[in-house]
Structures are given as structure tokens and as C-alpha cells.
């Protein structure tokens, strides 16, 4: 895969969408869990978007149950626990695997073209994320301990 967005991934609510109707935004693409000591991360996802959205900035959540069985529930489960507790209101899409065999497409060319520490190419966590500038280029990868707050000066740099 030679560019982020001819890729399709499937939403929360089971369409399936090309991430093509992102050109020209900055994205964040994060994979969530709700049972996970990061799950409070989502608050802080949640404000970025408040703050950026409108200067055509997306989260883009990809709930996986990969580490630890932290997201255990069915799609609907995970929509309404993050509407309950966080009143997430960015793009949240179906439990989406980020490792192995079975990794979405979306995670293996974020991890190609981001490697993480030492440059290993695996997510370690839950709230792995990824900075993705407007021309569809993969900036920048975060651990699962930076919080969202610490990413403002480099999303604004890229708006």
C-alpha cells in the first residue's frame, strides 16, 4: 500500500468507508480500549477535536481487544460506552485488529511507515497514536503514555 487513502476500514455502525473522505484533514488514528488505564485518554482525544475539528482536524478511534482483552464488547457496547462516559463525538470505527496475520490494512501501512521504539513495527498498547498530516503522510507516532493534551503544538504545526 502506497498511500493511506485507498484504504476502507468499516465504522462503528458497520459501513464501510475509504479513508480517501479524509484527504486534506490532519488525523489522529488511535487504537482505543475501554477497560485500559489510558481508557481516560479518550477525554483528551475528545477535547482535541473540540478545539481542532473545525480547522479540518479528525480522531479516528479503532477500539481492538489485542491487549489484555481490554475491549471485550461488541461494537454497540463500545459505541455506548463512549458516548456514556466521554461523550465521543469523533469517528469511531468496528473492533479492528492492529497486530499480527490478522492486522487491519490501515495498521499495517501506519506501522510501515512509522516504526516505534528501537523501530519496531508492532503496537505495544492500547493508545498507540498516529499523526497523519494533510497530504496523507504519517508524521508522527506517540506512545500510549503521551497524552492528547502533549500533541497540540505538533497538530498545529500541521494545520
Known amino acids: 500500500m502506497t498511500d493511506i487513502y485507498g ?3 468499516t465504522t462503528n455502525s ?3 468507508i475509504s479513508m480517501g473522505q479524509y484527504r486534506g484533514q490532519v488525523l489522529l488514528i488511535v487504537n482505543t480500549a475501554s477497560a485500559c488505564g489510558f481508557t481516560p485518554q479518550y477525554e483528551g482525544l475528545q477535547q482535541l477535536y473540540e478545539q481542532y475539528g473545525e480547522q479540518g482536524f479528525k ?3 479503532f477500539p481492538c481487544n489485542q491487549f489484555g482483552k481490554q475491549e471485550s464488547g461488541s461494537d454497540s457496547d463500545i459505541k455506548q460506552f463512549c458516548d456514556l462516559n466521554f461523550k465521543v463525538s469523533f469517528p469511531l470505527f ?3 485488529e492492529v497486530n499480527g496475520a490478522g492486522a487491519h490494512p490501515l495498521y499495517q501501512y501506519l506501522t510501515d511507515e512509522k516504526r516505534g521504539l528501537l523501530g519496531s513495527k508492532a503496537i505495544k498498547w ?3 497514536k498516529f499523526l497523519v498530516d ?3 503522510k504519517v508524521v508522527k507516532r506517540y506512545a ?3 497524552k492528547p493534551a502533549e ?3 505538533d497538530i498545529e504545526a500541521l494545520l
Do not use: H, W
Request: aromatic share 4%; no cysteine; hydrophobic share 40%.
Open 7 to 9: 484504504i476502507e476500514a
Open 14 to 16: 458497520g459501513e464501510t
Open 59 to 61: 480522531v479516528l478511534a
Open 94 to 96: 468496528a473492533k479492528t
Open 126 to 128: 492500547n493508545f498507540t
Open 134 to 136: 494533510r497530504n496523507g
Open 144 to 146: 500510549p503514555t503521551t
Open 151 to 153: 500533541l497540540t503544538a
